[in-house]
């Protein structure tokens, strides 16, 4: 009988042979292959077996690749700079860098108990001054290059965390982090300007291997559309209102506008009468976020008291402000045709507004609409010279014909905003712009980079729209570079996103001091190959990292556009009823009683094993037995078979080759559940095989180790040296499936008599047709009553009799 599998000296002996002899060595003559994992934030609760399932998957994709013949490039680091962080260390009463440190401790030592592959000499942190020095570098690039620039207006502000927000960090009306109601608030505030990548962000994602509904996330987010911006003058006033429209072809059946409560001429078209209600409306307008307005079903209005002139054909429309419209969204304008939009008709319908139909199905008009026509197609009605045109070339050729006509032009519009790069908060990285009274906004020179974060007591966000920093005269108070007169230092820090951005490129040349990653290095081990990690960062990091890796590009730092070649999102571990797990709710598992209990391998496997790994999964302790009782018979197998000196049979070679091939397709398909699966199917198969043969052979042995190493490694180098190997099962190699080999000597396959399965037979593989159907007969004799008109074998599938009555 083998000795008893004991998962804590051999995770310990294995884990002390590692350090001292890597498993992963750069020899300078294999192929990299970059994984990568989204990098944590340091966060005070630590990791839970959620987190851990990320890990795991990206280490078993890791190491199978590194048993393909490559060199692994498989680093970790901590994105410890914004909100999360700060937010932990104001609720534990404690410094940011302080409490920032001490759970990278923690994390560090829970990450570590993985196993994985990681590379320590490549780790960052985004709070590190020799790190933050390329965020801010990069900063300064762009705005020489113009995309980095200021300007005051609303934006959306987050009352408990007290800065500003992007709009991609609101969610449903609240702040993704902490969940508060978001409102508007007026600031200065720093501006990236991604808008100048929007056809170059929408028009390469078909050249990356990404989740499709990730793409349709981002292809959504950036909003592109085609139409044009129509003029309509204010009736009585020199002033116009620009619209942008998908649907110029309508614009006879324009019967009024509406404009956001934030637009410029808001407040200016509201007569006597109307003052008060316009003035009320558009405060309240403000207390809300965009994302509320727009899913509002209850649509809100106010007529302004002024009308536009339709340039189409002279018609005055009335003039409203609603809350559904927003101002940085198109022109913060839109012509309301009620006829043909939902949104449109029931806002008409509410404040008794005409509706008139422009487009009709085979010309005839509805009689009572109670209900907007949205259907694509039509004839064109009430609609001037254009009556009976067919819609759908009217929309085409509208732009064009309004651009002839000098009240509008054709365009092209996007959803995608510039990005709110600015927080009034510290802990973050200082923005590196000095403002100067006489020369303006000035970057800090390059040579003096990085500009540190300066050590505070009071760090708390203050509420006023201003940063703790504003209040350390000291720092803020210092001189213009470029001509030497008083100025200040720029208080606002930057965004969480900043760091993340591009810290995949900063890993493999972790300690270049003069330049954010050389070209050597670059060249040699990037882009990204694989990345892993939540599709919850889909329109943020993504879009970012997209972002950023474009103009790298474009001002010759690195040689490719797009950061990561492959995308996995992994599913969420859930407590019980899919909540998801969080500190507050209780229902936080920590994989540290696990492993000790456990063992590393049977955590790691049966985090795979918990669920298809895309999909989310809800947790239950109780299943990890079952892995663990699999990985103890396992070894057993291994070491009760390894000294019997047993050869190989047909059928081993047979069960060995289905299970490398078997393994090895689910593996490539990321069914990783599956593989989990497959191995206890095989160990059963396995078992009953040395059962009935009176042992294994010593190569099927060697083949089911190497294949369960990337999932279990300690028990899997264990057992490859009690095999007889000096070297480490990882430079063993991945076997290969011999699909020959691999083909079942006898078959059993149906018998059918005009159609119908009557009976089943046992043939060789490799039976000829008249053998097959002669024994097929033989079965079904009952039922060959009659003239036999047909037979019919499909090799190894089944056989038909046709008989004729």
């Known amino acids: 009988m083998a000795v008893p599998f004991n998962h804590r000296a051999v995770e310990e002996k294995w ?107 490549m780790e960052v942190n985004t709070t590190d001054p020799k790190f933050y020095k390329w965020t801010q570098w990069i900063f300064v690039q762009m705005f020489k290059k113009g995309l980095a620039y200021e300007k005051e207006f609303p934006i959306n502000w987050c009352p408990s965390c007290k800065t500003g927000l992007a709009n991609e960090e609101v969610v449903n009306g609240c702040c993704e982090r902490c969940g508060t109601a978001v409102t508007k608030k007026n600031l200065r505030q720093w501006m990236l300007k991604i808008t100048a990548y929007a056809d170059r962000l929408l028009n390469d994602l078909d ?8 793409k349709k996330m981002q292809t959504d987010w950036i909003g592109k559309s085609y139409g044009a911006e129509v003029d309509f003058k204010v009736d009585g006033s020199d002033e116009k209102i620009t619209v942008y429209t998908t649907r110029p072809d309508t614009l006879h059946g324009a019967t009024f506008m509406v404009l956001a409560p934030e637009h410029a001429l808001a407040a200016k078209l509201a007569t006597e009468e109307t003052r008060a209600a316009v003035e009320d409306y558009i405060f309240k307008s403000s207390m809300r976020s965009n994302v509320d307005r727009v899913q509002d079903k209850e649509k809100t209005g106010v007529f302004t008291g002024s009308y536009a002139i339709n340039p189409i054909n ?127 906004n000035v970057p800090v020179p390059e040579d003096q980079l990085p500009l540190e974060l300066p050590e505070v007591e009071s760090y708390q966000p203050t509420g006023t729209g201003e940063s703790p920093l504003a209040a350390i005269d000291e720092w803020v108070n210092t001189t213009c570079p470029c001509c030497g007169a008083p100025a200040k230092r720029e208080t606002n820090t930057m965004p969480q996103w900043a760091g993340s951005s591009w810290y995949f490129l900063r890993y493999v040349d972790n300690h270049n001091d003069e330049e954010l990653v050389s070209k050597e290095k670059a060249d040699k081990y990037l882009p990204v190959d694989m990345y892993i990690g939540g599709v919850e960062h889909a329109v943020l990091h993504l879009l970012y990292s997209r972002f950023y890796t474009k103009f790298l590009h474009d001002i010759g730092v690195i040689d490719f556009d797009e950061p990561f070649t492959k995308l996995f999102n992994q599913g969420m571990i859930t407590g019980k009823n899919g909540i998801k797990m969080s500190k507050s709710k209780g229902n936080v598992v920590s994989p540290d009683d696990l492993i000790r209990d456990y063992g590393c391998d049977a955590l790691r496997m049966y985090e795979m094993f918990v669920g298809p790994p895309e999909l989310d999964a809800e947790w239950d302790d109780r299943g990890i037995d079952g892995v663990s009782r699999f990985l103890k018979r396992f070894w057993n197998l291994v070491l009760d078979n390894k000294d019997k000196g047993a050869k190989e049979t047909p059928e081993s070679v047979k069960i060995r080759h289905k299970m490398v091939y078997d393994i090895t397709t689910r593996l490539n398909s990321f069914s990783l559940n599956t593989v989990i699966s497959g191995f206890m199917e095989y160990n059963n198969k396995l078992i009953d095989l040395a059962k009935r043969q009176d042992g294994l052979d010593k190569e099927t042995l060697e083949t089911a180790v190497t294949l369960i190493a990337p999932f279990a490694p300690h028990i899997a180098e264990e057992l490859w040296e009690q095999l007889g190997h000096s070297e480490t099962v990882f430079a063993h190699g991945w076997p290969d499936a011999d699909e020959e080999a691999m083909k079942d000597d006898e078959i059993e396959i149906a018998v059918q008599v005009n ?3 009557r009976g089943t037979v046992t043939i060789s593989s490799s039976a000829a047709k008249e053998e097959a159907i002669a024994a097929g007969k033989e079965v079904v004799a009952d039922w060959l009553k009659g003239t036999i008109v047909k037979e019919i074998y499909v090799p190894g599938r089944i056989i038909n009799i046709v008989v004729k009555p």
């Open 314 to 440: 002279g018609a005055k429309v009335p003039i409203w402000l609603s809350d559904y419209v927003l101002a940085d969204y198109g022109t913060g304008a839109i012509m309301c045709v009620p006829a043909h939009d939902d949104r449109d008709f029931e806002f008409a319908k509410k404040f008794n507004i005409p509706i008139i139909q422009v487009i009709a199905k085979d010309g005839k008009e509805i009689e009572n609409m109670t209900e907007a026509y949205t259907e694509a197609s039509g004839t064109m009605i009430n609609s001037g010279e254009w009556n009976g045109m067919e819609s759908a070339v009217l929309k085409k050729e509208a732009p064009l014909i309004i651009e002839k006509m000098g009240v509008g032009k054709k365009t092209v519009n996007y959803k995608l905003r510039d990005w709110v790069f600015s927080r009034q908060r510290y802990w973050g990285e200082p923005i590196p712009i000095i403002h100067c009274p006489k020369c303006g």
């Open 15 to 121: 884990r002390k042979h590692w350090e001292e002899h890597p498993v992963n060595v750069n020899d300078g003559k294999k192929p990299k292959y970059y994984c990568l994992d989204m990098f944590p934030y340091p966060s005070g609760n630590g990791l839970h077996v959620g987190h851990w399932r990320g890990y795991v998957i990206s280490d078993v994709w890791s190491r199978y690749k590194l048993m393909q013949g490559h060199y692994i490039i498989h680093p970790m680091g901590w994105d410890a700079f914004g909100l999360p962080a700060e937010n932990y260390a104001i609720k534990m009463g404690v410094h940011p860098a302080k409490s920032t440190a001490e759970n990278v401790a923690n994390i560090k030592r829970q990450i570590n108990d993985i196993a994985a592959l990681y590379d320590w000499n």
């Open 207 to 214: 050249k990356l291997d990404w989740p499709e509904k990730v």
């Open 755 to 757: 159609g119908k399965t």
